[in-house]
């Protein structure tokens, strides 16, 4: 029986992404490959011996030569704040993975063979949908492609240059952005909590057998994939990875 | 095994423990300031118009109360030291409700005696074993307050289990009730690897222990 | 309700599972022994925090699976499932 190993990555480069959000950027020298979608372990130990563990979705995809996880910081979290105030460039952290075999797509794999896809982000439950967007795009993979991506303003939208730059450059994906908080002037696109009534104007038609992913923050997975559900999706076709509680 | 590999600069939550306290804090655990919220399932939300609870099991009496009859029962405040098994120990939490003896006062147990253990079950499915002899002589209480305010439903309210000698799976949150029984039978942890009885100050985290 | 906020899925017992079966578990299907709801593992909703794995179902909350990692011994009850379906290409563990 095969076993993931704990394994060492060292830190390459930290990139903000937006105030709440860093990636990092890791070399991982020992690293298999990895499908869109999956996520990695991540496990600190203080010197005491005292150990904290967290999972973390691959935001790089598998081409990339580095392993990149996006994380938020969460106010009062344990392992978040170590990751985004306390790390640095040529520190080392222990990872595990890759992890998931529910969760992911794979372009190669025939049951998704002309489907389109719909991905829904909340906040940092983007970085998935993320590695599936960059893999799609490096492997020319025309799948048509809807991003509905909710954050809380437009400074809080994670990825948002990489996003509007891959969709000019490529009709087949389509990226729709909902604001709930603050909006900039002449904002033209959605300023609301994802609701039955976006998805419907945003989603696929299910006649159109569609797969769909959505990930974040469990309160928007959870109202995602039951309004899929009274759209008429099935079951087996709404795909959710909930990251619990949020930095709100 | 390979020298294990320490993140540098990493704290973790606070967990020191004041060298005045060492007496107070059982082997291997720690004093945290927190109420850290662990739960094996979701939250159950019993309205309390629906809320009983029961004693009954392989003796001769059955008793139950509604809220407002358990409610009427009198009460005590305490304040004890609770040892959570993952490693934190919180101390002088103070709690208000019922102590197990008055709970038990209707039961002829001396009548009993093969009558030795109870389990006690809760909303959600939740069950802890324990002696009987672990409950009684003021050792336990179904405590419906905590710190002077109705308990919060993510620590147990409207009512939990408090048996503050053992480790802190054994005070079952959302307790509905005790089943009194002549054979021990192992609850919800017990029976996947924690000890059968927990003294924290003997370290029975485990099986085995 | 905040504490659902807390819930996490699944997915996030995705390392444990990785350390007891040689695939990729998440993906594969568990019939609730209670309510007959057949969904893949990574479906399931997890809770724990510190003492063990408890996976149960999203429809009546029965606990499916329940795993306990102590010593270096796992512990799995399973008695909440009455059948788990694991597909023919399942993805096998690198």
Known sequence: ?248 | MAEKFISRGFKGRARETARALKERIPPGQYETKDFPVLSAGPTPRTPLERWDFSIYGEMAEDLKWTWDEFRKLPRETVTVDIHCVTKWSKLDTVWTGVSVDTLLKGINLDAQPAVGYLIAFCDGGYTTNLPLADVRGGKAWVVDEYDGRPLAPEHGGPARLLVPHLYFWKSAKWVRGFKLVREDRPGFWESVGYHNYGDPWKEQRYTGD | MKDNNLRLDGNAAGGLLNEIFPFEITAAEATCGSCGRMRPIGELMLYGHGMGAILRCAGCDTALIRITHIRGCYRLDLSGMSCLRIAADIQQNP
């Open chain 1, 1 to 248: 029986m095969t076993q993931l190993k704990w394994q060492l990555g060292t830190v390459v480069e930290i990139r903000q992404e937006t105030p709440k959000v860093k990636s990092l950027i890791l070399d991982v020298p020992d690293w298999t490959t990895h499908l869109a979608g999956q996520h990695v372990d991540v496990r600190l130990t203080a010197e005491d011996g005292y150990q904290a563990q967290r999972s973390y979705s691959i935001a790089s995809p598998p081409e990339d030569k580095y392993l990149m996880l996006t994380v938020e910081r969460i106010e009062d979290g344990e392992v978040s704040p170590y990751l985004t105030d306390e790390l640095r460039v040529g520190d080392r952290i222990e990872l595990r993975g890759p992890i998931g075999g529910y969760f992911v797509w794979n372009p190669r794999d025939r049951k998704n063979e002309g489907s389109p896809l719909f991905l829904v982000a909340g906040g940092s439950g983007i970085a998935p949908l993320m590695a599936m967007i960059r893999h799609r795009a490096n492997s020319q993979n025309k799948a048509p492609t809807k991003l509905l991506y909710s954050s809380r303003s437009y400074d809080d939208v994670i990825y948002r240059e990489e996003l509007d730059r891959i969709s000019a450059n490529d009709s087949s994906l389509r990226v729709i952005h909902t604001l709930t908080r603050r909006q900039p002037q002449n904002w033209m696109s959605y300023e609301r909590r994802i609701d039955l009534a976006m998805l419907a104007e945003t989603a696929w038609q299910p006649a159109e057998k569609p797969i769909a992913f959505t990930s974040g923050p469990t309160a928007l997975v959870e109202t995602v994939a039951n309004h899929l559900l009274e759209l008429g999706y099935k079951p087996e076709c709404i795909k959710t990875e909930r990251f619990g509680p949020t930095g709100d």
